[in-house]
């Protein structure tokens, strides 16, 4: 008997899963009050961001490496490093990632097992104490 492992991008529903929650996360950062210092630390014109992080999530995710085959290694820290990203700038973006995942993801476990490195990684992205 063969099992067949899938990723985290096929398990949650591929390309059409991630391009909703991306939307949704940009959304919420674009219009959500407790969100604003977030927001306030990026673009104001959205679609670049979007794009870069639909990207992005789509390789670490398991899928096509969307993001390294156009710009190389992401560098995240050092290419967020222009941005004063503290406690709360974190907190807002780990709320608006949890709220659109929790929107757009419908298997819980799917969610948990996708949280806990993206919670790290907006803890490593911190640049402010």
Not at 11 to 23: E, F, H, P, V
Not at 49 to 72: A, M, V
Not at 101 to 128: C, F, G, Y
Request: aromatic content about 10%.
């Amino acid at each position: 008997m063969s099992e067949e492992t899938i990723t985290l991008y096929e398990a949650i529903g591929g390309d059409a899963t991630l391009r909703a929650l991306t939307d949704r996360f940009y959304m919420l950062m674009d219009t959500l009050p407790e969100a604003a210092r977030c927001r306030a630390i990026h673009p104001p014109d959205l679609s670049g961001s979007r794009e870069k992080f639909y990207e992005y999530l789509t390789g670490y995710l398991g899928g096509p490496p969307l993001y390294t085959d156009k710009r190389g290694h992401p560098m995240l820290r050092r290419r967020h490093f222009v941005a004063e990203i503290g406690p709360a700038e974190r907190d807002e973006w780990l709320l608006c990632f949890r709220q659109a995942m929790d929107e757009t993801i419908a298997s819980e476990k799917l969610r948990e097992i996708i949280w806990a490195p993206v919670e790290r990684l907006a803890h490593h992205m911190q640049n402010q104490p």
